[in-house]
């Protein structure tokens, strides 16, 4: 059975940091690429960025460049989405992703307030 399970979330002040973590199991995680998607509140849910399966490529939206990277350990089966001087407009429900098969995770919240 495949599973995604996100954690780290949290609430910190504007301009702090925070590191998600996802964990992956039931799935051959390293042919896997990964995303990361975000959900604030009233609104649609968004990507954030992406790693390809042997973590070698990156891609992230523009609002998060600069601020956000990711990795991804796939000896773990983990994928990280690392947060610099986190803002306001951060907060939101922080969910991973199998590409492929558009299977995500149960999110993890992250609150940022000013």
């Known amino acids: 059975q495949v599973r995604l399970v996100e954690s780290g979330g949290g609430s910190v002040q504007a301009g702090g940091s925070l590191r998600l973590s996802c964990t992956a199991s039931?799935?051959?995680?390293?042919?896997?690429?990964m995303s990361w998607y975000r959900q604030a509140p009233g609104k649609e849910r968004e990507w954030v960025g992406g790693i390809t399966s042997g973590g070698g490529e990156i891609d992230l939206q523009d609002s998060v460049k600069g601020r956000f990277t990711i990795s991804r350990d796939n000896v773990k089966s983990e994928m990280y989405l690392q947060m610099y001087d986190l803002q306001a407009e951060d907060t939101g429900e922080y969910f991973c992703?199998?590409?492929?098969?558009?299977?995500w995770g149960r999110g993890s919240q992250v609150t940022v307030s000013s």
């Open positions: 992703q199998i590409e492929r098969w558009k299977f």
């Open positions: 039931g799935l051959n995680f390293g042919l896997e690429r």
